[in-house]
């Protein structure tokens, strides 16, 4: 049983992280896309290290990894808890102002710097299972980065726990905070081998009690399309404008299926991210999602079928069609080491958390890491509305989530 009289510190450790901008760039060609993420990398290799986990360290690429060794005479299986230090590029992270709303009694959370911002039960459903709990929203200037810092701040604070609870048995803890995980480049130079641990989860879900095991695949596709540039006031007959055939492929697009705006639950979706051209050439750029892999072939088939009719259309046009795999669905791999998700949803049982389990109409860190030899299902960290100003978190959820992490370890020990 967990500790009643134990003081958290995972609220602590929350409100002083989210006062680092470590906002990640997408236009960075750099690894880290910002350096400004070290600044808060480097502060958790040292409270790892006062916690008493020795060999804590930030690598050349900025992870920080660290062990908690093992109390357990038994050989257990090694097992990594891991969450990202960057924010999201869509809403300024800088000078981040935490507000905490105490006892919850309902109704509209008013943003106290910005009163256009709110944050209703209508909108948020989950507020009516909040009645009571205490909600840590900003002050409507900036973005909270409960995504990810309240997992980092939670798996601080479960380690706490278990290094001041020699009771509770359990394996090597392995952990690793990584950035850039919003730029998709979270996984880029993690070595798995060097990490050490056989399985792992990401602490960078939302509502408590969800277990994500289930994830789009997910390809790229970028279209190029060729035309015949000439002076326009010597262009009659010559002129082939690029600009026009991109046009006409995108109006020739379905209107009601295929887009994200007219797909949802299991359906995937073709999406154009952007547009840039001129009379030569003009470049579209699509991202392509399905929770079945094969599907991604027949969307790109689809959409290169598209672009033919296009370029029939404007005879002397031309196309280059290129497919980019970017992740799979983590199921696939995770289907195969049933136990990861079971002792999860066993944690979620002993402290009476209803288990959610959903399936992600996007990707995670473990999408990749699974793939990557280290089967990794995503748990809840208790955030809600990521990557926008009304972002916001319970206490209390914060709380279940360290408990939730405490239990898995003491799971994996008892289980080996």
Not at 25 to 51: H, R
Request: hydrophobic share 35%; glycine share 6%.
């Amino acid at each position: 049983m967990f500790d009643l009289n134990y003081n958290f510190s995972c609220v602590d450790r929350f409100l002083k992280y989210v006062k680092y901008d470590t906002q990640s760039d997408e236009e960075s060609t750099t690894f880290p896309s910002d350096p400004k993420q070290l600044e808060l990398s480097k502060d958790l290799v040292t409270e790892l290290k006062e916690i008493g986990l020795s060999d804590a360290n930030m690598d050349e690429y900025g992870y920080v990894t660290a062990t908690l060794p093992s109390n357990s005479e038994k050989d257990v299986t090694p097992v990594g808890f891991i969450a990202h230090v960057d924010t999201s590029p869509a809403v300024s992270g800088k000078d981040v102002n935490p507000v905490i709303h105490k006892n919850y009694q309902g109704g509209d959370i008013v943003l106290p710097n910005d009163s256009s911002y709110k944050i209703s039960p209508d909108a948020n459903p989950e507020l009516n299972d909040m009645i009571g709990f205490d909600i840590i929203t900003t002050d409507g200037t900036t973005l909270l980065g409960a995504d990810d810092k309240a997992g980092i701040a939670e798996i601080m604070d479960a380690l706490n726990y278990l290094a001041t609870h020699a009771e509770i048995k359990h394996g090597d803890i392995k952990i690793c905070f990584t950035p850039d995980e919003e730029v998709g480049r979270g996984t880029e130079k993690f070595d798995v081998q060097k990490f050490g641990a056989r399985y792992a989860y990401t602490i960078d879900g939302s509502t408590r009690g969800e277990v994500e095991t289930e994830t789009f695949s997910a390809d790229a596709v970028v279209i190029k399309f060729k035309g015949i540039n000439v002076h326009p006031g010597y262009a009659k007959d010559k002129m082939v404008n690029s600009l026009k055939v991109a046009s006409h492929f995108m109006e020739l697009l379905p209107k009601d299926s295929l887009s994200p705006e007219t797909t949802d639950g299991r359906d995937g979706y073709v999406h154009c991210t952007s547009i840039n051209g001129n009379e030569e050439l003009t470049t579209c750029k699509f991202i392509i999602r399905d929770f079945l892999t094969p599907k991604l072939k027949e969307f790109e088939a689809t959409l290169e079928e598209l672009v033919k009719k296009a370029v029939a259309a404007y005879p002397g046009s031309s196309y280059e069609f290129e497919v980019i795999e970017q992740y799979r669905n983590m199921k696939e791999i995770l289907d195969q080491h049933p136990q990861v998700e079971e002792y999860a949803l066993e944690a979620l049982k002993r402290l009476n958390i209803k288990p959610i389990q959903s399936a992600i109409r996007g990707g995670t860190d473990g999408s990749r890491l699974s793939y990557m030899g280290l089967p990794t299902p995503n748990l809840f960290a208790g955030g809600h509305n990521f990557h926008a100003i009304t972002e916001y978190i319970a206490v209390q959820d914060m709380h279940e989530a360290v408990k939730m992490i405490v239990t898995i370890a003491q799971i994996w020990e008892e289980k080996a």
